[in-house]
């Protein structure tokens, strides 16, 4: 038995983001990144909310209070947060850094440069990937 597939899978949640009008895009949460916050979002899934731009970073809100868990101050692109002082989640599709420290939860695996193409105000969704 081959032990490493059975624990990717419950260390790596596939997700996927869906924009209104653009399209889909695809990523993943890495559990022990923030496992809290994860669990958090991923028993609330799926979740939508309307999309606000911050530099080359797109996020939108969702209903949900969690505090800093191993946050960082700096991302790479693709990266996708959970902000807690704007109870958001948050794709960083370029070189833009967070506000305020971020929960690290993965990152987007296809598709990334649809979020270049998001407006203020779309619609977005984040689903488990079926």
């Known amino acids: 038995m081959n032990c ?3 624990e990717e899978g419950i260390s790596r949640i596939k997700i996927k983001f869906i924009i209104e009008g653009l399209g ?3 990523g ?3 559990r022990f ?3 809290r916050t994860i669990d958090s979002i991923v028993r609330k899934l799926p979740l939508e909310g309307r999309a606000a731009l911050w530099k080359e970073e797109i996020y939108f809100e969702i209903p949900m209070k969690i505090g ?3 946050s960082k101050p700096t991302v790479e692109p693709g990266t996708i947060a959970f902000w807690p002082m704007g109870s958001a989640i948050c794709v960083f ?3 833009s850094q967070p506000y305020s420290p971020v ?3 993965g990152k987007i695996t296809s598709n990334l440069d649809l979020f270049k193409q998001v407006k203020s105000g779309s ?3 984040i689903q488990l990937l079926t």
Request: proline letters at 4%; a negative charge; zero cysteines.
């Open 123 to 125: 619609t977005i969704k």
């Open 4 to 6: 490493l597939s059975n």
């Open 103 to 105: 929960n690290l939860l």
């Open 28 to 30: 993943e949460f890495v």
């Open 68 to 70: 800093e868990e191993k």
């Open 33 to 35: 990144l923030s496992p």
């Open 93 to 95: 599709y370029g070189k």
């Open 24 to 26: 889909e895009a695809e």
